[in-house]
């Protein structure tokens, strides 16, 4: 009977072995598939995360038969004409806190939209409450007394942009900023499913090339 029992104990223990060999190579098994999964589900996200980042960067407008947006410096003073526009002329007004720059731009169709006056509103003319919109401004850099762009060179991304226009204000965020040479034609790359503004001078320091700077809309008050 000791012997039978002491079998028994002996055929338990096996099979209790057994199971937690098992158990082991379940437990290993299941850790090894986990950490696969994970692995292919990152390797996916990063696969659809490049290919939207490519969708946008892809993306873009070109503007052709932009004059180029030179630098003017105090030798190149002339009278400031702009005392001559009345105030009632302008149609909004650009802000940006951070450069203390605070002016006034007219419709696109006036006169006194030129660069040699204003912050100028340039083709395809898309205004700030158009949805999915591109607002473009462009303006000289340098010393001189139409230089409005002068400090665009200190922006930085996440720089605020405001936009009074039809009693509202439009508030940008710049998400880009680039150089193009001075060829004539400005290429716009942006994200054409959202309602953006592009400010556009001579680049600090550089002649031969002009700076671009993307902003998306993302709040309209």
Known sequence: MQKITKKQSNSQLIQIGFLLILFG???????????????????????????KEEVVNKTKDEITAVPNVEEKNNAEKKEDITNNIST???IGILEIPKIGLKRGFVDPNSIHNNVEENITILNPV???????GNFILAAHSG???????????????HDKIYVEYQ????????????????TGTIKVYRDSK????????CTNGNNKEQTVYIANQIKVE
Request: with cysteine; net charge positive; charged share 20%.
């Open 88 to 90: 009632s002329e302008y």
């Open 126 to 132: 898309s205004m700030p409450d158009e949805k999915n």
């Open 25 to 51: 190579i379940f437990l290993c098994s299941y850790q090894f598939i986990q950490k696969k999964k994970l692995h292919i589900f990152d390797k996916m996200g990063q696969k659809l995360y490049y290919q």
């Open 143 to 157: 010393t001189g007394t139409i230089a409005y762009f002068d400090k665009l060179y200190q922006l930085e991304i």
């Open 194 to 201: 959202k309602s953006t503004m592009t400010l556009i001078t």
């Open 167 to 182: 009693n509202k204000v439009y508030t940008y965020e710049i998400v880009n900023i680039y150089q193009q040479p001075k």
